[in-house]
T-cell receptor
């Protein structure tokens, strides 16, 4: 089983819609979870972190965590063309390195 | 905020030559840095963890003699691709843990795009 899996893309949504990105992980010891955004040809940047079960909202972004199901998601409300990017999930590991999921490519259509 | 500077941004070299990529933490000290490689339309693959003052820890399948990592100071880590071949052409990105943040919060350099002819 891969350490981190994400829903396969590319995902296309119309402008103004909700984009839903999913991530599952294998390390039951993970206590923290991070979503990074990567624009084409650029480096990743952190957009959300979540540590507790439930929802965490930050502007148009909502992260949802369910540790029992080993599942974390990212919802983007009122999607904008500028949200078009690849979104990478990175569960916090119990060892000293950061492993990223394969990423989900999001395209927001004007 | 924390800044990681990576140089060069682009490099083109001939097959068989070596290329050095530098990664600097500009306003903080980084005892650990991470080197990733990314092929087109693929995810970031961790190559190695660079530790200041000690040997790097390489991921399985990464040739340590080909990808030399040196972390001689608290602000500088270098990756040298030795005897480069066209299959080494990729986007190389370094990162460091963002100070005063969680262990998995990383600040990335801008990346170095290597093309081996």
């Amino acid at each position: 089983q891969k350490e981190v899996e994400q829903n396969s893309g590319p995902l296309s949504v119309p402008e103004g819609a909700i984009a839903s990105l999913n991530c599952t992980y294998s390390d039951r010891g993970s206590q923290s979870f991070f979503w990074y955004r990567q624009y084409s040809g650029k480096s990743p940047e952190l957009i959300m972190s979540i540590y507790s079960n439930g929802d965490k909202e930050d502007g148009r972004f909502t992260a949802q965590l369910n540790k029992a199901s080993q599942y974390v998601s990212l919802l983007i409300r009122d999607s904008q063309p500028s949200d078009s990017a690849t979104y990478l999930c990175a569960p916090g590991t119990s060892y000293d390195k950061v492993i990223f999921g394969p990423g989900t490519s999001l395209s927001v259509i004007p | 905020g924390a800044v990681v500077s990576q140089h060069p941004s682009w490099v083109i070299c001939k097959s068989g030559t070596s290329v050095k990529i530098e990664c600097r933490s500009l306003d903080f000290q980084a005892t650990t840095m991470f080197w990733y490689r990314q092929f087109p339309k693929k995810s970031l693959m961790l190559m190695a963890t660079s530790n200041e003052g000690s040997k790097a820890t390489y991921e399985q399948g990464v040739e340590k003699d080909k990808f030399l990592i040196n972390h001689a100071s608290l602000t500088l880590s270098t990756l040298t691709v030795t005897s480069a071949h066209p299959e080494d052409s990729s986007f190389y990105i370094c990162s460091a843990r963002t100070p005063n943040s969680g262990a998995n919060v990383l600040t990335f350099g801008a990346g170095s795009r290597l093309t081996v002819l």
